[in-house]
Nanobody, 122 residues
């Protein structure tokens, strides 16, 4: 079993930055693609960013390209999401996710973290 625990969320003003972390447990971390999703009230859970198991390839939603950066440290079994130039529309609960298959579609995700709230004020 894989456990995912997010941290780093909070309240920031528009234009500010936050760095989210996803700590994982389980010996199979190295074999999983890892990513981030978010869900705002009344909206569907949407893909944000992801990294393949080897960290070579990354993916980003169009809405965050140029502002967010996803990275992973396999030695620390930790996934990160650096969020810059935050906008009020980025406000949502952010979830860490792990998959041995597709990572950009929520329906293919096997493991989810509990979520961390990110609120961007205007």
């Amino acid at each position: 079993q894989v456990q995912l625990v997010e941290s780093g969320g909070g309240l920031v003003q528009a234009g500010g930055s936050l760095r989210l972390s996803c700590a994982t447990s389980g010996r199979a971390f190295r074999t999983y693609a890892m990513g981030w999703f978010r869900q705002a009230p009344g909206k569907e859970r949407e893909f944000v960013a992801a990294s393949t198991w080897n960290g070579i390839t990354t993916y980003y939603a169009d809405s965050v390209k140029g502002r967010f950066t996803v990275s992973r440290d396999n030695a620390k079994s930790t996934l990160y999401l650096q969020m810059n130039s935050l906008k009020p529309e980025d406000t949502a609960v952010y979830y860490c996710a792990a998959s041995q298959g597709g990572i950009t579609t929520a329906t293919t995700i096997k493991y989810w973290g509990q979520g961390t709230q990110v609120t961007v004020s205007s």
